[in-house]
C-alpha cells in the first residue's frame, strides 16, 4: 500500500535535491525536473482510481497518511498545478531573463512548496497538516521575491508575517481541539488523527470546539485569502513569478480551504451546521464583497487576477454552506477555478515576458500581436466570468441552486449582484488588453509555440468539465458529499 | 342593380364630384371675399387641360418619382369603394374598416412624400417633412375618434356605423358622436391642407406643405395628384357627413333612392364645402410650430368622444 | 421529427465546423452559409410539422450534462412559432452573409464569423425547444456569448469594443435574474417545465409576483423594453449587417417567447398588475423607442431603434393579452396574443429585410451615415425597391403585412375600452393614442429613411459611385420581401394557425374560434372585419386601372427630362437638398421638452467682410435620458463604493494585521455572547 | 507532587511567562525586548519540565530540553547578531505610547480569562488553571506585532506568539503528541530564519527596517 504514496511524494523531494545538484541550464536538468513532475501527478491519479474502487489508502506509523475521496481531488489538483509549473516554469522559455541561480532557487523550492501541500493533503493527522500549511507559507514565501525589488521585498515579508500569525491562530485552534479531545479520552498516540477526531465528535464539548473552529477559521482563512485576512493575496501573488503565482492562486487557496472542510465536518459533527454555516456565509459573503468590488478600479492584471481568486475562493467558502448541494457545487468550482486561474497565470506571466508592464493600458491589441496567447486569455477570461461552455457556468448555476433550493433567496442575490459588478469589471479591463492596435515596438508572433500546449489541454479540460462532466470526477464528487457535506 | 355594380358607380361618382367641390368652396370663399372668383367648374378645365400637356420630369428623379402618382390616386379612388357615399349596404363592407380607410390615405401621404423629396429640391424637402409632421400627429386623433365611432355602433366596419345610426337617430345628437365630429372636423382641415394648417391657394415657399409636394409636377400626373387631393377632401366631407348625418343614404339599392342619395350627397358636401370657406376667410394660417397646438386640441376632443361614448 | 432535430444540429454544426477548417476564402464563406441555410431549413421544417400537423417532438438527453439532470428538448405550438421565425430569418441571412463577409477575406475574422453565426442560430433555434431550466439558461447563455463574439467581429474599432461590453454586460444582469426566477419557481424541485408548471401553483403569490418581476427583467433585458434596452442601439450598428438582421429580427425575439413561457405558461397568468405593467412598459418602449429612431441619422442605430419601437408594439398586444386573461376575457386575450405573435413574425421578416438592405448600402457606400448618401436608387435599383418594400411594411401601410399585425394590434386594444375597471378603460385609451402616434411616427421616420439615403441627389463620392449588392445578397432579401407579401395576403389562413398556438395558453377550448370568415379576418364578435387580400388585390386593380386609363386617354406626347426647378439659380448642387437632421428639425421642436436638444451653430465669415459666410457648422444633440440618469449615477456608486473598499489595501502591514486581529476580536466576541444564551 | 502544588506551580510558570511578554510592551529598545524573549523561553521550559516531572512524561523533558537548547540559547544568539548589525538605527515611537500599550495588554490578559472559562470549567488537569494566563499570551504578542514598527520586533513578537501557544498545549493537554511537537519546533526555526533573510533583505533595499517605509503597493 505504500508505493501509491511513495512516488506520490518522493519525487517532489527527489526534484528538489536534483535541482540542488545539477547546474539548471542544462536541458537534461530541466527534462528531468519536468519528469520528476509528471511522476506525482500519474500517483495521484493512481489514488483516485484505488479511492473510487472502495479503498480508502492509509500508510505510516499510527496511519499517519490517509487518502480519502477530498484528499484525492485535492492532491490531483496540486500534482496538475506542479507538473504545469515544472513543465513551464523558469528556465524553460526562450525570453527568459532569470539567472540560473533564481532558476535554481526557484526549482527548488517550488519542489518543496508542491511537496508540502501534498503532505497537507494526505495527511490524515490535523497537526502534520497544520504543520505542512505553515511548511507551504516558509516555502512560498522564499521564491516570493525571486528578482529582488523594493515592491517584490514589501510583498514578501508582508506575505511571511501576515501567513504565519495566521497559521500560528490556526494551531492554537488545532490545540484546543487536541485539548477537548484529551480531557475526554484522554492522551492517545493517534488522538490528533482525523478520522478519530471524526468517530469522537459527537461527544466533543460545544463550547470548546466552536472556540477551536473560530481560531481555524480565521488561521486557515487567512491563507485560504478569505477577507478580512486577505491583504496579503493582491500584493503576493502580483509580485510572484508567475508560474508561483498560478501554484498559490490556484492550490494554495484550495489547500487552506481543504483544511477548513476537514474541521467543518468535524464540528458539523459535533455541533450541527448551523454554526458553521453562518460563520462560513459571513466570511464568505465578505470576501466576495470586497473582492467584487476592488475589482472595478484596477490598474495591473496580475493583481485583477489575484482579487479574481479572492472572490472565487469566497465564492467557495459560501458555497460549502449551502448543505450537501452547495458542497458539491463547491467541489466542482474548485477543480474549475484551479484549471482557469492557473492557465491565466501562466498566460500572464508570458504576456509580462512579452510586454514587459504588468499595467493594463500598456497591454493591447493581444490577439493580434499573440494569437494562441491572446485566444487563451480571452477562453479563460470566458471561464473566469462563468460563462458557458466551460465548468464554471456549471458550478455556479449549481450553487445558486443550492442557494435558492436551500431558501436562502435574498443571500443568492446579494452573490448575484455582487457576481455582475464583477463580470463587468473583469470584462472591461480584459477586453481593454485583447482588442485594439498592438503598441509599437512589441515582437509580433507566438515566441515559445510549444510552451502553450499544457495550456490548451487546461482550456480543453474546463470545457470538458463545462458540458459533460466525467463519471469518475462525478463519482469523486459525490464521495465528497457524504464526508464533508453532512 | 348588383351590390358587386354599386363599387364602381360611388367610384365614378367620387371622381366626377371631387373637382366641382373643390372648385365650389374656392367659388363660395370668392364670393364670401366680395371676388367673383373663377366659376365652379374650372377645376374641371384645369383638369382637362394638365391631361393634354406635356410632361416635365427632373433629371435628379427616379421610376419612384413617375409611380408615385398612380399610387397616390389609386388608394384615394380604393377608399370611395368603402366608404358610404350613396348607399349603406356597402360591397366591399367585410374588406375594409375605418381602419384601413385612415391607412389608406396615410400609404397615399407617404407615397407623396416620398415623391416631393425625389426631385431633390429644398422646396420638395421641406413639403414632405412637414406633410409626415402634421399626418403623425393627426394620426391619434383619427385613431381615437374611430373608436369613438365604432364603440357606440359596435362595429368599426363604416356601413354597419351608418347603419347604426340610421336605426337609431338619438344615437347622431349623443355628445360622443359631436365630440368625434369636431375632432375629425379638425383632422380633415390638417390632412387636406386647408387654411389654419396649410394654405390652399398660393405658392408661398413659407406657407406650402402639400403644394411643395407637387411642385416638381406637370401634365398628366400633376392632374392626378390634383384629382386625387380634391378626392381626399370629398371623402373626408363624405365620413363627416354620411357617418354622423346618414340621412338621405340609399338603403335599397333601387335607381330612385340611388338618385335621392346623389342629391342629398351634394347637399352635404355643399353645406360642409361653406363650413370650410367660412372657417378659412376668418382664420389667417397658423405658424407651423402652433399646428401641433391644434391637433393636440383636436386629440383631447377625440379622447372626450371616446370617454363620452363608453360612459354612457 | 427526430430526423428533422438532429438534421438541424448537424447543419449547424457541420456549417460551423467548415467555418473553422476550410481556411478563410470564398470556400469557407459559402460552406458555412450552406450549411446554415441547411439547418434552417431543418428548422423551418420540424416548426411547420409540430404547428401545422401537431406532430408532437420530444429528446431527453440525460448523459449530456449529467451532473445537473441532463438536457432535455420539447416542441410544443409556441416554440414552434419561434423556431419558425427564426429559420425564417437565418435562412435569407446566411445566404445573405455568403456574400457580404467577403470583406473578410483572408483575415481570420472570417472564421470567428462562420463559427459564431453558425453557433448562435444553433443555440437560438434550440431555445425554443428547451424543456429544462438548465437546458433553457445554458442555451440562452450560449446564444448571448456567440452573439457577443459576432459583434465583436471588427473589434480594432473602440466603439464596437465598448458597444460589445456593454452588450455582454446588460446580458449578463438580464441573465442573473432570470436565474433567480427559474430558480425560485424551481425552488429545490426537479428541473423540468412540467414540474415547474406544477410547483407554480403551489408557489405563495408573493413568490410569483417576484418570479414573474425577475422573468420580466431578464426577458426584457433581451429584448430591448425601456429601460433596459441600451445596448440595443449600440450593439445592432456594430454587428456585422446579416448578424444584426438575424439579432433585430429573431433574437430579441426570444425575450418574448421567454415572456410568454413564464408568464402564460408555466405561471398559467397571474393578477391584473402584470398585464398593467407590461402594457405599460409596451406603450413607452414604442413611444420612446421611434422617438429616438427619429434624431437617428446614423441607419443602421435607426433601426435598432425601430427594433426597441416594434417590440414595444409586440408588447403592448402581450400586455394587453395578459391583462384580458386576467380579467377572464378569453377571447380578447386570444386575439390580443394573436396580434402579438403576428408581428412578432412580420418584424422579423421586414426588420431582416431593412437591415439587410442597410447592409448593402454600408457595403456599397462604406458608410452609415445618411447625411452622406443620396441618390442611392440609380446605382442600386434592387436594393432601393427592396428597402421600399421593407419600408411599407414596416409603416404598417395596408398592402404589407405591417399593416395587418398593427391593425390586429388596434383592433385587440378595442375591447379594454369597455373594461369592468376603469383604470383599465384609461391604461387602453392611453395605449391607443400611443400606438397610433407611434405608428405615425415611424411613416414619417422611414419617409426620412428611404427618401434621404436612396432618392435625389447624391452627397458624397462614395454614393455616387455606389454599386449594386452582390447577387447573393439580393437573393436573400428578395426572399425576405416575398415573405413580407406571402404573410400579409394569406393572413387568412395564419391567424387561425396563430389562434390554435395561443389559445391554450389563456383556456380557450382547442378548437379555438378561428379570428377568420373565408379571407377576412373578423375580430370576437363580429366587431370588425378586414380582408388584407381583398385591400392588396383591390389597390393594385385600381392603380392598374389608373395607369391604364391614363395611358389611353391621356396625351401621348413624350416624357421631356429638365432642370429641377429653384426660383432660377444656375445649379443645383447636393448642399440645397434636405438632410436627415433638417427632415427631422420640426418633430425635434415639437417634442423638444422630450429631447431637449442641445445645439451649437459656429460660422466663421469671410476675412475680409462680416457679411459672407465662408462655413456654417451646425451640431444638435438629444439628452440621453436613460444613460445619463438610470445608468451613470448606478456606475458612479459602484465606483465609489470600490474606491471605499480599495482603501482597505492601503499598503501598511500594520493595518492589515490589525483587520485580522480585529476579525478574530470580533467573532470570539460574538461567541462569547452567543455562548451566555 | 500533590495536584495543588502543581497548579500553583504551574500558574506561577505561566505568569513569569506573561510578564516576559508584556515587559516587549513596556520596555523600548531591542536588547531589553531580546532578554525578555529569552527570559521567557527559559520559564516555560522550566514549567514544561515541572508538568513532564508530575506526568512522568519523558516526551515533556525531551520537549523542555528542545525549547531551552533552541529558543532559550539560539534564537537569541541569532538575534543578538541581528541587533548588532541594525541597533544603531534611532529608536522608532511606536503607534501607541507605553501607558495606552499597557492598558490594551491589560485588557487582553481579561479578554482571554473570558474566552478561556469554558475551557477551564471542562479541564479536569490541575494545570488547567494557567491556561487563560497563555492565551492572554497570544493575544499580547499578537498586539505586539500589531503595534510595534520595527521588523525585527515583529519577528519577536511572532516568537512570543509561538510560546504561548507551546504553553497553552502544555498546560491545557501537558505536551502534543511528539512527532507534532518536533514539526513544530522545526517550522518554528525555519520560519524565523526566512523571517530573519527577509529582514536582512529588507534593510538591504530600504535602508532601514522599519515597515512604515513598505506601503508601495496600495490598491
Given at each position: 500500500m505504500s508505493v501509491p504514496f511513495l512516488t506520490l511524494l518522493l519525487p517532489p523531494l527527489l526534484a528538489a535535491a536534483g535541482a540542488l545538484v545539477l547546474p539548471p541550464r542544462r536541458r537534461a536538468a530541466g527534462a528531468l525536473h519536468a519528469a520528476l513532475g509528471l511522476v506525482p501527478l500519474l500517483a495521484a491519479l493512481r489514488l483516485a482510481a484505488l479511492v473510487l474502487d472502495g479503498w480508502t489508502p492509509t500508510w505510516g506509523p499510527t496511519d499517519l497518511f490517509r487518502v480519502d475521496a477530498l484528499s484525492a481531488l485535492l492532491a490531483g489538483c496540486v500534482t496538475f498545478v506542479a507538473a504545469l509549473v515544472a513543465l513551464l516554469g523558469p528556465g524553460f522559455g526562450r525570453e527568459e531573463h532569470y539567472t540560473p541561480s533564481q532558476v535554481r532557487r526557484f526549482r527548488v523550492f517550488a519542489s518543496l512548496f508542491a511537496f508540502t501541500m501534498l503532505v497537507a493533503v494526505t495527511a490524515n493527522n490535523v497537526g502534520v497538516m497544520w504543520i505542512a500549511i505553515e511548511a507551504t507559507t516558509i516555502a512560498s514565501a522564499v521564491i516570493v521575491p525571486l528578482t529582488v525589488s523594493k515592491a517584490s521585498v514589501e510583498a514578501s515579508w508582508k506575505y511571511i508575517l501576515i501567513g504565519s500569525v495566521g497559521i500560528a491562530l490556526a494551531f492554537v485552534g488545532t490545540v484546543l481541539g487536541y485539548f477537548d479531545f484529551v480531557t475526554l479520552?484522554?492522551?492517545?498516540?493517534?488522538?490528533?488523527?482525523w478520522t478519530v477526531l471524526m468517530a469522537n465528535a459527537r461527544v466533543l464539548h460545544p463550547p470548546v470546539i466552536e472556540l477551536a473552529f473560530v481560531f481555524i477559521l480565521i488561521g486557515y482563512g487567512t491563507k485560504a485569502g478569505l477577507a478580512p485576512m486577505h491583504t496579503w493575496l493582491p500584493d503576493a501573488h502580483s509580485e510572484a513569478p508567475s508560474a508561483l503565482s498560478a501554484m498559490m492562486s490556484g492550490v494554495l487557496l484550495a489547500v487552506a480551504l481543504y483544511a477548513i472542510v476537514r474541521w467543518r465536518a468535524v464540528v458539523n459533527a459535533a455541533v450541527g451546521p448551523v454554526f458553521s454555516d453562518r460563520l462560513l456565509i459571513g466570511l464568505g459573503l465578505l470576501s466576495l464583497g470586497i473582492a467584487a468590488l476592488s475589482l472595478v478600479i484596477q490598474r495591473q492584471y496580475k493583481r485583477l487576477l489575484a482579487y479574481s481568486s479572492i472572490e472565487h475562493t469566497g465564492l467557495m467558502c459560501l458555497g460549502l454552506a449551502l448543505g450537501p448541494l452547495g458542497v458539491f457545487a463547491a467541489m466542482l468550482h474548485l477543480v474549475n477555478h484551479m484549471l482557469a486561474k492557473s492557465m491565466m497565470f501562466f498566460l500572464s506571466g508570458r504576456i509580462l515576458d512579452r510586454y514587459g508592464s504588468p499595467e493594463i493600458s500598456r497591454v493591447s491589441g493581444l490577439l493580434r500581436v499573440m494569437p494562441w496567447t491572446g485566444g487563451l486569455f480571452a477562453a479563460g477570461m470566458i471561464a473566469l466570468l462563468g460563462l458557458p461552455p466551460f465548468g464554471m457556468f456549471l458550478s455556479k448555476f449549481t450553487l445558486v441552486r443550492a442557494g435558492f433550493a436551500g431558501g436562502q433567496g435574498w443571500l443568492m442575490a446579494a452573490v448575484l449582484a455582487l457576481l455582475a459588478v464583477a463580470f463587468v469589471s473583469l470584462l472591461a479591463h480584459l477586453n481593454r488588453m485583447l482588442y485594439g492596435a498592438a503598441p509599437t515596438g512589441v515582437r509580433q508572433g507566438e515566441g515559445g509555440g510549444w510552451g502553450v500546449v499544457p495550456l490548451v489541454a487546461c482550456a480543453a479540460a474546463l470545457v470538458v468539465l463545462g458540458l459533460a462532466v466525467p463519471a469518475p470526477v462525478m463519482e469523486l464528487l459525490e464521495r465528497i458529499v457524504e464526508i464533508a457535506g453532512r | 342593380m348588383s351590390p358587386w355594380l354599386l363599387g364602381p358607380v360611388q367610384a365614378s361618382v367620387a371622381l366626377l364630384l371631387a373637382p366641382g367641390l373643390v372648385g365650389a368652396v374656392r367659388w363660395m370663399k370668392a364670393r364670401l371675399q366680395n371676388r367673383r372668383g373663377s366659376p365652379p367648374w374650372q377645376p374641371y378645365l384645369e383638369l382637362r387641360k394638365l391631361f393634354a400637356k406635356e410632361v416635365v420630369v427632373s433629371n435628379n428623379a427616379s421610376w419612384l418619382f413617375r409611380a408615385a402618382p398612380f399610387i397616390v390616386f389609386g388608394s384615394t379612388v380604393a377608399v370611395t369603394l368603402l366608404v358610404p357615399l350613396l348607399a349603406v349596404p356597402l360591397p366591399f363592407d367585410g374588406a375594409g374598416d375605418l381602419v384601413v380607410v385612415v391607412y389608406l390615405l396615410l400609404l397615399g401621404t407617404f407615397f407623396l412624400a416620398l415623391a416631393g423629396l425625389d426631385p431633390g429640391s429644398s422646396f420638395g424637402g421641406m413639403g414632405a417633412s412637414r406633410e409626415m409632421t402634421v399626418a403623425a400627429l393627426a394620426e391619434p386623433t383619427m385613431a381615437l375618434a374611430i373608436f369613438a365611432l365604432a364603440w357606440g355602433a359596435g362595429s368599426t366596419n363604416l356601413g354597419q356605423i351608418a347603419f347604426r345610426t340610421l336605426a337609431t337617430p338619438s344615437e347622431a345628437l349623443a355628445p360622443g358622436h359631436l365630440l368625434a365630429f369636431a375632432a375629425i372636423f379638425v383632422v380633415t382641415l390638417a390632412e387636406t391642407g386647408r387654411l389654419p394648417v396649410d394654405n390652399p391657394a398660393t405658392h408661398l415657399e413659407l406657407t406650402m406643405i402639400h403644394e411643395a409636394m407637387v411642385l416638381e409636377y406637370s401634365g398628366r400626373y400633376l392632374a392626378l395628384l390634383e384629382w386625387a387631393a380634391a378626392l381626399k377632401l370629398l371623402i373626408f366631407f363624405t365620413l363627416l357627413g354620411n357617418l354622423?348625418?346618414?340621412?338621405?343614404?340609399?338603403?335599397?339599392?333601387?335607381p330612385g333612392a340611388l338618385l335621392w342619395a346623389v342629391f342629398t350627397l351634394a347637399l352635404k358636401l355643399g353645406a360642409l364645402g361653406g363650413a370650410v370657406a367660412l372657417v378659412e376667410t376668418h382664420i389667417a394660417k397658423l405658424r407651423l410650430f402652433r399646428v401641433p397646438e391644434l391637433l393636440s386640441a383636436s386629440f383631447i376632443l377625440a379622447l372626450l368622444a371616446v370617454t363620452a361614448s363608453f360612459l354612457l | 421529427m427526430r430526423a428533422l432535430f438532429l438534421l438541424l444540429v448537424a447543419g449547424y454544426a457541420s456549417g460551423a465546423a467548415a467555418a473553422l477548417v476550410l481556411g478563410t476564402g470564398a470556400l469557407a464563406r459559402w460552406a458555412s452559409a450552406l450549411g446554415a441555410i441547411a439547418g434552417a431549413s431543418a428548422g423551418l421544417a420540424l416548426a411547420a410539422g409540430a404547428c401545422v400537423w401537431g406532430a408532437a417532438f420530444s429528446l431527453d438527453a440525460p448523459d449530456l450534462l449529467g451532473v445537473v439532470g441532463g438536457m432535455a428538448f420539447r416542441l410544443d405550438a409556441l416554440g414552434a412559432v419561434f423556431l419558425a421565425l427564426t429559420s425564417l430569418v437565418a435562412a435569407p441571412s446566411a445566404l445573405y452573409g455568403a456574400g457580404y463577409s467577403r470583406a473578410w477575406d483572408g483575415r481570420p475574422a472570417l472564421r470567428q464569423v462562420g463559427f459564431m453565426l453558425n453557433a448562435f442560430l444553433l443555440t437560438m433555434s434550440l431555445v425554443p425547444l428547451a424543456d429544462g431550466t438548465l437546458t433553457f439558461l445554458l442555451l440562452w447563455e450560449g446564444m448571448s456569448l456567440s452573439s457577443y463574439f459576432l459583434v465583436m467581429?471588427?473589434?480594432?474599432k473602440p466603439e464596437v469594443v465598448s458597444a460589445g461590453q456593454w452588450y455582454l454586460a446588460m446580458t449578463q444582469m438580464g441573465f442573473a435574474c432570470l436565474l433567480g426566477a427559474f430558480l425560485l419557481l424551481q425552488s429545490g424541485g426537479p428541473g423540468s417545465f412540467a414540474d415547474l408548471r406544477a410547483a407554480a401553483d403551489a408557489l405563495a403569490p408573493g413568490t410569483r409576483d417576484m418570479v414573474f418581476a425577475l422573468a420580466l427583467i431578464g426577458f426584457g433585458s433581451k429584448a430591448g423594453l425601456i429601460p433596459l434596452h441600451v445596448w440595443l442601439p449600440r450593439a445592432h450598428p456594430a454587428a456585422p449587417s446579416h448578424v444584426s438582421a438575424l439579432m433585430s429580427g429573431a433574437m430579441i425575439k426570444m425575450g418574448i417567447y421567454g415572456l410568454l413561457r413564464v408568464g402564460l405558461d408555466l405561471l398559467g397568468g397571474g393578477p391584473a398588475w402584470w398585464g398593467g405593467l407590461v402594457l405599460a412598459l409596451g406603450a413607452v418602449s414604442a413611444l420612446l423607442g421611434v422617438l429616438y429612431a427619429l434624431m437617428e441619422h446614423d441607419l443602421k442605430s435607426l433601426l435598432a431603434y425601430h427594433s426597441v419601437e416594434n417590440i414595444g408594439l409586440i408588447t403592448i398586444g402581450m400586455g394587453a393579452g395578459l391583462l384580458f386573461a386576467s380579467l377572464e376575457m378569453p377571447a380578447a386575450a386570444a386575439l390580443a396574443l394573436v396580434a402579438a405573435l403576428y408581428h412578432t413574425v412580420n418584424h422579423a421578416v421586414f426588420k431582416g429585410l431593412l437591415f439587410l438592405g442597410a447592409g448593402a448600402v454600408l457595403h456599397a457606400t462604406g458608410t452609415r451615415d445618411m447625411n452622406r448618401m443620396g441618390g442611392l436608387i440609380r446605382g442600386m435599383p434592387w436594393t432601393a425597391a427592396l428597402f421600399l418594400v421593407g419600408s411599407v411594411a414596416i409603416s404598417g401601410?395596408?398592402?404589407?403585412n405591417g399593416f395587418v399585425s398593427e391593425w390586429l394590434l388596434f383592433q385587440s386594444l378595442l375591447p379594454g375600452i369597455g373594461a369592468p375597471s376603469p383604470l383599465v378603460a384609461v391604461l387602453m385609451v392611453l395605449a391607443l393614442g400611443m400606438l397610433a402616434l407611434t405608428a405615425g411616427l415611424c411613416a414619417a421616420c422611414f419617409v426620412k429613411a428611404f427618401g434621404i439615403t436612396?432618392?435625389?441627389?447624391?452627397?458624397?463620392p462614395e454614393a455616387e459611385h455606389a454599386h449594386e449588392a452582390a447577387w447573393s445578397m439580393r437573393a436573400g432579401m428578395v426572399v425576405l420581401a416575398g415573405a413580407c407579401v406571402v404573410l400579409s395576403v394569406g393572413a387568412f389562413k395564419i391567424v387561425p394557425r396563430l389562434t390554435e398556438v395561443v389559445a391554450p395558453l389563456v383556456g380557450l377550448p382547442v378548437p379555438a374560434p378561428s379570428f377568420s370568415v373565408g379571407w377576412a379576418l373578423q375580430t370576437p364578435g363580429g366587431f370588425a372585419r378586414m380582408s388584407p387580400t381583398l385591400v392588396a388585390a383591390g389597390l393594385g386593380l385600381v392603380v392598374l386601372a389608373a395607369w391604364l386609363a391614363v395611358k389611353t386617354f391621356a396625351s401621348r406626347r413624350p416624357l421631356r427630362v429638365g432642370e429641377t426647378w429653384g426660383c432660377g439659380r444656375v445649379v443645383q448642387t447636393p448642399r440645397m437638398e434636405y438632410t436627415a437632421t433638417a427632415f427631422a428639425e420640426p418633430l425635434r421642436r415639437i417634442f423638444a421638452a422630450f429631447y431637449r436638444p442641445s445645439e451649437d451653430v459656429s460660422i466663421d465669415f469671410h476675412p475680409d467682410s462680416r457679411y459672407f459666410v465662408q462655413s456654417i457648422s451646425y451640431h444638435s444633440a438629444i439628452v440621453p435620458w436613460f444613460e445619463r440618469y438610470l445608468y451613470a449615477p448606478v456606475i458612479a456608486r459602484v465606483r465609489r463604493w470600490s474606491e471605499r473598499v480599495l482603501a482597505l489595501q492601503s499598503g501598511s502591514a500594520h493595518a492589515y494585521l490589525t483587520y485580522l486581529v480585529a476579525a478574530l476580536v470580533l467573532l470570539l466576541g460574538w461567541l462569547v455572547v452567543t455562548g451566555q444564551r | 507532587m500533590s495536584p495543588h502544588l502543581v497548579s500553583q506551580l504551574s500558574v506561577g510558570g505561566a505568569t513569569l511567562v506573561l510578564l516576559a511578554g508584556l515587559m516587549m510592551l513596556w520596555r523600548r529598545g531591542v536588547e531589553a525586548h531580546i532578554k525578555a524573549f529569552t527570559a521567557q523561553s527559559v520559564a516555560l521550559a522550566a514549567t514544561t519540565a515541572m508538568v513532564g516531572w508530575f506526568a512522568g512524561d519523558w516526551q515533556l523533558w525531551a520537549v523542555a530540553a528542545l525549547l531551552l537548547l533552541i529558543k532559550g540559547i539560539g534564537i537569541p544568539i541569532l538575534l543578538q547578531r541581528m541587533a548588532r548589525r541594525f541597533g544603531t538605527e534611532r529608536e522608532l515611537e511606536p503607534y501607541v505610547n507605553t501607558a495606552t500599550s499597557l492598558l490594551v495588554g491589560g485588557l487582553l490578559v481579561l479578554l482571554a480569562y473570558v474566552v478561556t472559562k469554558p475551557l477551564v470549567s471542562v479541564s479536569q488537569l490541575p494545570t488547567r488553571t494557567g491556561m487563560p494566563l497563555a492565551m492572554g499570551l497570544v493575544f499580547v504578542s499578537l498586539f505586539v506585532i500589531i503595534s510595534r514598527k520595527k521588523a525585527l520586533t515583529q519577528v519577536l513578537g511572532f516568537l512570543m506568539l509561538e510560546n504561548g501557544i507551546a504553553l497553552l498545549a502544555v498546560l491545557g493537554a501537558h505536551g502534543i503528541p511528539i512527532i507534532v511537537e518536533i514539526g513544530v519546533f522545526l517550522d518554528v526555526l525555519l520560519g524565523f530564519i526566512v523571517m530573519q533573510v527577509f529582514v536582512y533583505q529588507i534593510h538591504e533595499t530600504f535602508e532601514s527596517i522599519d515597515v512604515e517605509q513598505l506601503n508601495r503597493l496600495r490598491e
Open positions: 479520552v484522554g492522551r492517545r498516540e493517534y488522538a490528533l488523527n | 354622423f348625418v346618414p340621412w338621405g343614404v340609399a338603403v335599397t339599392l333601387t | 467581429t471588427d473589434a480594432d401601410l395596408p398592402p404589407l436612396f432618392l435625389a441627389i447624391p452627397r458624397s | -
